[in-house]
């Protein structure tokens, strides 16, 4: 990975440390009001496109209500959003994950060091212990779920009955990139708030404060353009190489089912290992191709059924080969050859 590369990943926050929130104010509205009434839902499924967004407006939820814990205080019935000052008490224990009423459940490193591919149900079972526990900080206990799509089948189960009995002043936020597909259980048990990509000016507002850069910066609005609406993509994209593969790939996916070897050669000679940038580049280039196929063929999707289903086990299929390389920092040039000869074989 390129020294620039490292620059733009490592300043990039964690969401738990964003206190700035770009766009959803609708969003961010619905969750003060109802907190504001006293009788807020115990859970909430945030939904929406990856990286627009929604941790940071999960965190920033957690932080109000745990520096908030009366609904009907002034503090809260004055409000005009879910902003809190960064240097405040709860503010600092969240950003350094040592607030007592917060528990966060992701992804973490196994015995090896190496990222698991899914949430445990051992790690989700510490909800129960959480919300039982005297020694937790009095008040409101949050959990956030960032994101419930990793969750293993036992790991879904054993939140759904945490779900179903929830105790006195908690509050689930549960973050998912693909909300429709989340256990219709789950989603029966949470109030649905949905989040639209950002707009270009938002995504260049949000990468712009992330990665400590001018709003004005031509290759910013660039990538802002290219990114769809996410800042996580715009983030991802700047630096140009990043730009410049996912054109690439586009180029090679627009000439299937026909390939040509030689250039999958030098598109996976672009795509050196332990580069997580060029390999979020190239995946997304297939995920948003895939994307469109699909949404253009669902117009007929009588007549092209055979198709819209090869399409989606092939998507399937590329996203488990996609984590795995990144989860065990494979070779990428295998990754690229076996995506596309899909592709060829699924277009044909």
């Given at each position: 990975?390129?020294?620039?590369?490292?620059?733009?990943?490592?300043?990039?926050?964690?969401?738990?440390?964003t206190s700035l929130l770009f766009g959803h104010r609708e969003a961010e509205t619905a969750l003060l009001t109802a907190y504001r009434s006293g009788r807020i839902p115990h859970a909430w499924l945030i939904g929406g496109p990856q990286g627009i967004g929604k941790a940071t407006l999960a965190y920033r939820m957690a932080r109000f209500v745990l520096a908030h814990g009366e609904p009907q205080s002034p503090a809260v019935q004055g409000a005009e959003d879910l902003a809190i000052d960064p240097?405040?008490?709860?503010?600092?224990?969240?950003?350094?994950?040592?607030?007592?009423?917060?528990?966060?459940?992701?992804?973490?490193?196994?015995?090896?060091?190496?990222?698991?591919?899914?949430?445990?149900?051992?790690?989700?079972?510490?909800?129960?212990?959480?919300?039982?526990?005297?020694?937790?900080?009095?008040?409101?206990?949050?959990?956030?779920?960032?994101?419930?799509?990793?969750?293993?089948?036992?790991?879904?189960?054993?939140?759904?009955?945490?779900?179903?009995?929830?105790?006195?002043?908690?509050?689930?936020?549960?973050?998912?990139?693909?909300?429709?597909?989340?256990?219709?259980?789950?989603?029966?048990?949470?109030?649905?708030?949905?989040?639209?990509?950002?707009?270009?000016?938002?995504?260049?507002?949000?990468?712009?404060?992330?990665?400590?850069?001018?709003?004005?910066?031509?290759?910013?609005?660039?990538?802002?353009?290219?990114?769809?609406?996410?800042?996580?993509?715009?983030?991802?994209?700047?630096?140009?190489?990043?730009?410049?593969?996912?054109?690439?790939?586009?180029?090679?996916?627009?000439?299937?089912?026909?390939?040509?070897?030689?250039?999958?050669?030098?598109?996976?000679?672009?795509?050196?290992?332990?580069?997580?940038?060029?390999?979020?580049?190239?995946?997304?280039?297939?995920?948003?191709?895939?994307?469109?196929?699909?949404?253009?063929?669902?117009?007929?999707?009588?007549?092209?059924?055979?198709?819209?289903?090869?399409?989606?086990?092939?998507?399937?299929?590329?996203?488990?080969?996609?984590?795995?390389?990144?989860?065990?920092?494979?070779?990428?040039?295998?990754?690229?050859?076996?995506?596309?000869?899909?592709?060829?074989?699924?277009?044909?």
């Open positions: 990975m390129s020294p620039r590369q490292v620059e733009r990943e490592s300043a990039i926050p964690h969401p738990r440390e240097d405040d008490a709860v503010a600092r224990q969240v950003a350094a994950s040592s607030h007592g009423g917060l528990l966060t459940l992701e992804r973490t490193a196994n015995d090896r060091g190496v990222m698991r591919t899914v949430i445990t149900v051992d790690e989700t079972r510490e909800t129960i212990s959480f919300f039982g526990s005297t020694a937790a900080a009095e008040g409101w206990r949050v959990c956030i779920v960032d994101t419930v799509d990793e969750l293993n089948a036992n790991a879904a189960n054993a939140l759904l009955k945490i779900l179903e009995e929830p105790p006195q002043q908690s509050l689930f936020l549960l973050v998912s990139h693909a909300p429709a597909r989340v256990l219709a259980t789950i989603q029966s048990r949470c109030r649905k708030l949905r989040l639209r990509s950002l707009t270009t000016d938002e995504v260049i507002g949000a990468a712009a404060a992330a990665a400590d850069l001018a709003p004005t910066d031509l290759a910013l609005r660039e990538a802002a353009e290219a990114s769809e609406g996410s800042v996580a993509r715009a983030l991802t994209l700047l630096g140009g190489d990043a730009l410049k593969l996912q054109q690439r790939t586009a180029a090679l996916l627009a000439r299937l089912p026909q390939v040509d070897p030689r250039e999958l050669h030098t598109l996976g000679d672009s795509l050196p290992t332990n580069d997580r940038v060029a390999l979020a580049a190239f995946i997304h280039g297939i995920d948003r191709w895939i994307a469109q196929s699909l949404h253009a063929d669902e117009a007929n999707a009588n007549q092209n059924l055979p198709r819209l289903a090869r399409l989606a086990e092939v998507w399937e299929k590329i996203v488990r080969a996609a984590r795995d390389t990144e989860t065990y920092n494979l070779e990428r040039k295998p990754l690229v050859f076996s995506v596309f000869g899909w592709l060829s074989d699924a277009t044909r």
